[in-house]
């Protein structure tokens, strides 16, 4: 199983930026999915997820800023990031509870990043 990170990049604050996240490999069913991020010199962080009964949670700090939508025909799992503030600047992560066959637990998968720059 992988999770391919992309839309990272340099915006301006007050700008856009869409993050996507492609899972693949050998899937039997992908349960939560969500988005983390870690900040120069800070801990990891939640951000935002989404079940795969669409409930979802958001870290205040991005709440009406931010939406986290799942696409299950393509297992992906998008970040739609608007107003964004110098403070978003970090790398932002993918994380998904996978089972990849039937009766075993899921398990916790992780992409490999893609770097968010907000510019004042």
């Known amino acids: 199983v992988q999770l391919q990170a992309s839309g990272g990049g340099l915006v301006q604050a007050g700008g856009s930026l869409r993050l996507s996240c492609a899972i693949s490999?050998?899937?039997?069913?992908?349960?939560?999915m969500g988005w983390y991020r870690q900040a120069p010199g800070k801990q990891r962080e939640l951000v935002a997820s989404?079940?795969?009964?669409?409930?979802?949670n958001y870290a205040d700090s991005v709440k009406g800023r931010f939406t986290i939508s799942r696409d299950n025909a393509r297992s992906t799992v998008y970040l739609q990031m608007n107003s964004l503030k110098p403070e978003d600047t970090a790398v932002y992560y993918c994380?998904?509870?996978?089972?990849?066959?039937?009766?075993?637990?899921?398990?916790?998968?992780w992409g490999q990043g893609t770097l968010v720059t907000v510019s004042s």
């Open positions: 490999g050998s899937i039997f069913s992908i349960h939560n």
């Open positions: 994380n998904a509870d996978i089972k990849w066959r039937a009766g075993i637990a899921a398990y916790n998968y």
């Open positions: 989404k079940t795969s009964s669409s409930g979802t």
